[in-house]
């Protein structure tokens, strides 16, 4: 498990629109764009990470009042067991007449890394 693939499944949920990176297409009045920030290791056991704290902004763009999804959605990160570690007002975009606010959340997950294969065929 990753924080983008829980926060994809919990704005699915939600029936927010979102897209990573950026809002590709013509957006409506009301979206969010992910925005992966930091994967860093907080806890070490024997000099190696156990854990993975993963960080993510979602920037929200409301053409209305932006405080109603603001409200939603910072419960429903919460319920989820997200940190919640900011949100702020970014400000007035003019020229696509939208309001634009972050929250940024983390999340810790127990470190996985991919196995590789293993080439079992002698040489």
Do not use: C, W
């Amino acid at each position: 498990m990753n924080i983008l693939s829980e926060l994809n499944k919990l704005l699915e949920n939600l029936k927010i629109p979102f897209e990573t990176g950026h809002y590709s297409g013509i957006p409506p009045d009301e979206y969010i764009v992910i925005i992966p920030l930091t994967d860093s290791f907080e806890l070490y056991a024997d000099n190696t990470p156990q854990n993975e704290v993963q960080d993510a902004r979602l920037s929200l763009y409301s053409k209305n009042n932006y405080y109603k999804l603001r409200n939603r959605l910072t419960k429903e990160l919460l319920a989820a067991d997200f940190t919640v570690t900011d949100r702020r007002y970014i400000g007035f975009e003019a020229d696509e007449k939208l309001h634009h606010y972050v929250i940024d959340v983390l999340k810790q997950y127990e470190l996985e890394f991919e196995s590789e294969p293993v080439d079992t065929e002698e040489e």
